[in-house]
């Protein structure tokens, strides 16, 4: 738990209570775009979901969701961040990050080695996500989104691992990957 200038920010682990405020915030956060089939499809998949909520002062602000994966033909354990999403009016004061880092604590403490992105650089470069990762998405992304294909290493040895990232079926509709 962190105490600033915002008030207090709690990170927990979501339960079947937050699933209103899941409701409500994905269509506020992301005004263009529908993604709500997905993540309810994601929250009833349990076991295969890292599904955070930050709350400020109390109340649910925020919720990102980390998929756990593996690299096709192999036995390591990957992660995918996305989507997260913090309540428009409490945007830009820490809660997004601070969801994010936690993950990737409890996932590194699981033993998953990479945790993958597609989103902006300008965003998750300054978390530490890097680009050029040699472990490819599910689905070819069109060439203007190589950029937004990142990764972070979590284990003390880096593993320049190749092939595909192996998700459930959730993750598995191309339109999620682009045209
Ligand atoms: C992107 C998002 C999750 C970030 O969470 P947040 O709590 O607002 O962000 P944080 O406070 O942790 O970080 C703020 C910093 O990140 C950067 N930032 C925030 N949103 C950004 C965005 N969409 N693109 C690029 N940089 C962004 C800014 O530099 C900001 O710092 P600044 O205020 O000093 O300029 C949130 O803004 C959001 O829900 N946006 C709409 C949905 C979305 O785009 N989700 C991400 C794609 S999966």
Not at 88 to 103: C, D, F, K, T, V
Not at 117 to 122: M, S, W
Not at 139 to 150: H, I, K, N, R, V
């Amino acid at each position: 738990m962190t105490t600033g200038t915002h008030g207090k920010l709690t990170i927990r682990k979501s339960r079947s209570g937050d699933l209103a405020f899941i409701e409500s915030l994905y269509p506020a956060a992301f005004r263009e775009e529908d993604l709500l089939p997905l993540v309810r499809a994601m929250m009833a998949c349990d076991e295969e979901i890292l599904s955070l909520v930050g709350e400020r002062d109390g109340l649910a602000a925020g919720h990102a969701v980390f998929t756990l994966g593996s690299i096709g033909g192999t036995e390591r354990k990957i992660a995918l961040l996305g989507p997260v999403a913090v309540d428009p009016n409490l945007q830009r004061s820490g809660i997004g990050s601070a969801i994010i880092r936690e993950g990737l604590r409890l996932l590194k403490a699981l033993d998953v080695e990479q945790v993958f992105v597609l989103g902006d650089p300008a965003y998750y470069g300054r978390l530490g996500f890097l680009p050029g990762a040699t472990v490819k998405a599910p689905y070819e992304l069109p060439q203007e989104w190589s950029q937004a294909w990142q990764y972070m290493p979590l284990a003390d040895e880096d593993i320049a691992g190749e092939g595909r990232l192996q998700l459930p079926d959730f993750w598995m509709r191309r339109e999620l990957w682009g045209e």
